[in-house]
């Protein structure tokens, strides 16, 4: 069964911080993606990566910076977090062949206080 | 204003009615077209996939394109309380390209 894995499904942290979301997935897939979800605007690209490595900005890149030095790990990082980073994080995978398909993991739950 | 829109919802419906859906999307260049259902604190999965205009149907979900009016549906029939979730159209230029997200109908369907 395919799996792609967030570490942390809930999150506290305060404003200031540095956080670190890690996703981890089994199905050697090339491509993976951050997104963030907010009520009423879906789902919207933060980061993405074709490639160990290589990353490219999505569509909201500003706060945010990634890694990835192995193909099944994809990792977002937030330098200085702050209150309007509060929302649900999520991880997917997709092969490199495209499918249209993404495989999303669970979700993280990020609330800055 | 948005490149896909969506009405949030929620949508109540009375189990075994059917559940229409629907997006609009500004952007011409869309070619490749997703429904993906999220249940509550679940990551989304992929529900429907369709390529240009048209009909496709899998099981008592049917999903409609019709490019010349930017709209695409997604049809539930004979809904089932196990079909109450968010329902997430995506679509993209191109194959493997990235994805663009409506904000999600949330479904209720009611035993």
């Known amino acids: 069964d395919v799996k792609v894995t967030q570490s942390s499904r809930y999150l506290v942290k305060r404003t200031g911080e540095k956080v670190f979301l890690e996703c981890v997935q089994d199905m050697d897939h090339e491509n993976m993606f951050w997104y963030r979800q907010d009520p009423g605007l879906g789902l919207r690209l933060i980061y993405f990566?074709?490639?160990?490595?290589?990353?490219e900005k999505g569509d909201i890149p500003e706060g945010y910076s990634v890694s990835r030095e192995k193909k099944e790990r994809f990792s977002l990082i937030l330098e200085s977090a702050s209150t309007n980073q509060t929302s649900m994080y999520l991880c997917a995978s997709s092969p490199r062949t495209p499918t249209g398909e993404l495989f999303f993991g669970e979700g993280s739950r990020l609330t800055v206080l | 204003q948005k490149e896909v829109e969506q009405d949030p919802g929620p949508l109540s419906v009375p189990e075994g009615a059917i559940v229409s859906l629907n997006c609009t999307y500004s952007n011409s260049a869309f070619q490749y077209f997703m429904w993906y259902r999220q249940y509550s604190r679940k990551g989304p999965e992929l529900l429907m996939y369709?390529?240009?205009?048209g009909n496709k149907e899998d099981g008592r979900f049917t999903a409609q394109v019709d490019k010349s009016s930017k709209y695409i549906s997604l049809f539930i029939r004979d809904s089932q309380p196990s079909d109450s979730a968010t329902y997430l159209c995506a679509m993209s230029k191109a194959a493997g390209n990235k994805l663009t997200f409506g904000g999600g109908t949330r479904v209720l369907v009611k035993p």
């Open positions: 990566s074709y490639d160990v490595k290589m990353k």
């Open positions: 369709t390529y240009s205009s």
